[in-house]
């Protein structure tokens, strides 16, 4: 079992009538709300937050790409990953991960993860995306391209990792006379690859057909996760082999605090500053960027997704987030792994507006009272 601490990195100063004048955090939302010596100080708060995951002992840090937006200000997550290759010692850095349908060309994400590899000493984990829907207007990017786009892409930075260049590569997209990266990455022969998806059946057959890691993306409903991993056993099944639980991540927001009370008296004004305002308009599937079998089985889930939420009671059926005492956490925690068979924990451990000093001790609370004993635990019960 392997615990990992994701980040964000949101924007915590919408206004409080957000909700009523602007239809999204995403794309459309005028970046002069962002203010650059605030956004400086959020941006070294976050990094702290991870140097210090790795000083807890937390297997792994990550951290994403999102473009334009006000939920993620984090459009360059390779940036953040570089520091925190040489700022942490002994944890996985894992970028979950770059969308390669806009790196132009994609041999640029192979280089620069190859760099964060060496600097590392070979603690990369690769996350390699197709892009939220969003951002396909945020680049004016055709969606009805982008599953192929992803696919040459992502062929084209396996080559570039394990075929000796220089090399030539004619695709519909790309064509490049010479691919011949240097640096190459440290771990061969190459870093751990990890795919995000939500639903899509398109992206679980490709995961489980190559053999890769599948990570849930959050906000959802229990239910639609378990049907996701579920769905992902029985590909691992039709390609010959069983799922090896390290295959499978759930990322969820975690609040610890002393007692049950107290954490849902500290945390839930930052929950709904995230659930109310972040969230908005991070659903958006241009036409073609879902396949028609699977739109189907994404839009039922929608119907629960975590923007519908009102309540706390609401959380909490829908497991969309663990909040409360060490006790509470680790034992619902335990619950949900032991039901959903996955072998990572991404943990979202500052969400929204939650202040540096109550996002630090969210992390060490959970490091020191859930942790260990949840992961001796499950490295029992997902072995057994």
Not at 63 to 72: C, D, F, I
Not at 256 to 267: L, P
């Amino acid at each position: 079992m392997k615990f990992f601490a994701f980040h964000l990195m949101p924007w915590d100063r919408l206004p409080d009538d957000f909700s009523e004048k602007y239809d999204t955090a995403w794309t459309w939302l005028p970046n002069e709300m962002f203010d650059p010596e605030h956004g400086g100080e959020l941006y070294n708060n976050y990094l702290d937050q991870l140097v210090l995951a790795d000083q807890l002992g937390f297997d792994g840090v990550c951290v994403n790409e999102h473009h334009q937006n006000a939920y993620g200000t984090m459009p360059s997550p390779n940036l953040m990953a570089s520091i925190l290759a040489r700022q942490t010692k002994n944890c996985r850095i894992a970028v979950v991960g770059n969308a390669i349908p806009f790196y132009d060309p994609p041999t640029r994400c192979a280089e620069e993860f190859s760099m964060i590899d060496c600097i590392s000493g070979g603690r990369l984990i690769a996350g390699l995306v197709v892009g939220g829907g969003p951002e396909y207007y945020s680049f004016s990017k055709n969606p009805t391209f982008a599953r192929e786009m992803y696919r040459e892409a992502f062929d084209l930075i396996m080559r570039a990792w394990t075929e000796p260049g220089p090399f030539e590569h004619y695709g519909k997209h790309w064509k490049l006379k010479y691919v011949n990266p240097w640096p190459r990455p440290i771990q061969q022969p190459h870093p751990p690859i990890w795919i995000p998806g939500a639903g899509s059946r398109e992206t679980i057959q490709f995961v489980a057909q190559r053999r890769f890691a599948y990570m849930g993306i959050p906000y959802f409903h229990m239910d639609f996760f378990q049907r996701n991993f579920d769905m992902f056993r029985d590909e691992c099944e039709k390609c010959d082999y069983t799922t090896d639980p390290e295959q499978l991540g759930w990322l969820l927001p975690i609040y610890c605090a002393e007692t049950d009370e107290q954490a849902w008296a500290e945390y839930e004004p930052h929950l709904w500053y995230f659930v109310k305002k972040l969230l908005k308009g991070l659903v958006v599937f241009p036409p073609g960027y879902t396949s028609a079998r699977s739109i189907a089985g994404i839009q039922k889930g929608l119907q629960q997704f975590m923007s519908t939420c009102e309540t706390r009671e609401d959380i909490e059926a829908g497991g969309y987030a663990i909040v409360g005492s060490p006790d509470t956490v680790r034992q619902k925690l335990s619950e949900r792994i032991k039901k959903l068979g996955v072998g990572n924990l991404l943990g979202l451990f500052q969400l929204g507006t939650l202040p540096h000093d109550m996002t630090c001790k969210n992390m060490k609370l959970f490091a020191e009272k859930v942790m260990p004993g949840l992961r001796e635990e499950m490295n029992v019960a997902l072995t057994s």
